[in-house]
């Protein structure tokens, strides 16, 4: 792979997990402790929806993002010709 196809690998690399950082940041923190209050007005499951997204949530959407992160990554791969199959 040449310098300018590196970089640029990096550079779509970088962005992914940029946006999937912030999807974490607003999931756990924004939704979980800042916004708990208006979100304890709304039940899910008998469970307040702040209460939720502080215990079980923001775990969920983290494994999403994992899997979002593996599919992501794969499609760059094949993209880049470095994919391992």
Same mark, same amino acid.
């Given at each position: 792979m040449s310098?300018?196809?590196?970089?640029?690998?990096?550079?779509?690399?970088?962005?992914?997990? +940029?946006?999937?950082?912030?999807?974490?940041?607003?999931?756990?923190?924004?939704?979980?402790?800042?916004?708990?209050?208006?979100?304890?007005?709304i039940r899910? +499951? +008998? @469970?307040?929806?702040?209460?939720?997204?502080? !215990? !079980? +949530?923001?775990?969920?959407?983290?494994?999403?993002?994992?899997?979002?992160?593996?599919? !992501?990554?794969?499609?760059?791969?094949?993209? @880049?010709?470095?994919? #391992? #199959?």
């Amino acid at each position: 792979m040449s310098t300018k196809d590196l970089s640029l690998y990096w550079k779509k690399n970088l962005k992914i997990l +940029g946006i999937l950082l912030i999807v974490w940041f607003v999931s756990s923190f924004v939704l979980g402790i800042i916004l708990v209050e208006p979100l304890n007005t709304i039940r899910l +499951g +008998g @469970f307040k929806l702040g209460f939720f997204f502080a !215990q !079980q +949530g923001s775990i969920y959407i983290f494994l999403a993002i994992i899997a979002v992160y593996v599919i !992501q990554m794969r499609k760059l791969d094949k993209e @880049f010709e470095v994919d #391992e #199959e």
